[in-house]
């Protein structure tokens, strides 16, 4: 469940008042609060969260911007474009799904090379004899039936 910032707040008010006792806050709260029913360890987690950091407040991530991601991983794509995702998260420490977002992002695909037989000189005439094996095969019983 998610409580409001007042509320939140209002547990460590009374865990106070409770002498910290945790069991007894959560059971004072659960009566003013019938709608928004709470834990003993939830009141522990509050408690413990507003003793580290001074705050009952949710802390923001510290993620790095999403600019330097991109271009880290797109560096090292152009310095070795024959990487894996994989490699790549190995590399630079950013996560798989992320590295796969950026790839989506800037449509980046996996080019794999298909080498295929080049044409020969009598290629053409092979083409026209599979399709004489294709027509009279094929075409001619129905056409005799």
């Known amino acids: ?3 409001s910032l007042a509320e939140k707040v209002e547990i460590i008010f009374l865990y106070g008042k409770q002498n910290e006792c945790a069991r007894e806050t959560a059971r004072i709260f659960n009566e003013l609060h ?9 009141v522990s987690q509050i408690v413990k969260k507003f ?3 001074g705050s009952v407040a949710n802390l923001k991530k510290n993620n790095p911007p999403n600019e330097l991601m991109e271009v880290g991983i797109l560096g ?7 990487q894996s995702v994989r490699s790549l998260e190995r590399t630079t420490g950013i996560p798989k799904s992320n590295v796969h977002r950026i790839l989506q992002k800037h449509k980046w695909h996996p080019y794999k090379i298909h080498l295929v037989h080049c044409l ?6 092979r083409r026209i004899e599979f399709c004489d094996i294709i027509f009279w095969g094929w075409v001619t019983p129905s056409l005799r039936g």
């Open 1 to 3: 469940m998610v409580y």
């Open 34 to 42: 019938p709608d928004h029913q709470t834990s003993h360890t939830y």
């Open 51 to 53: 003793r580290e950091t």
């Open 76 to 82: 090292e794509l152009t310095m070795n474009p024959h």
């Open 120 to 125: 020969n000189e009598d290629d053409p005439d």
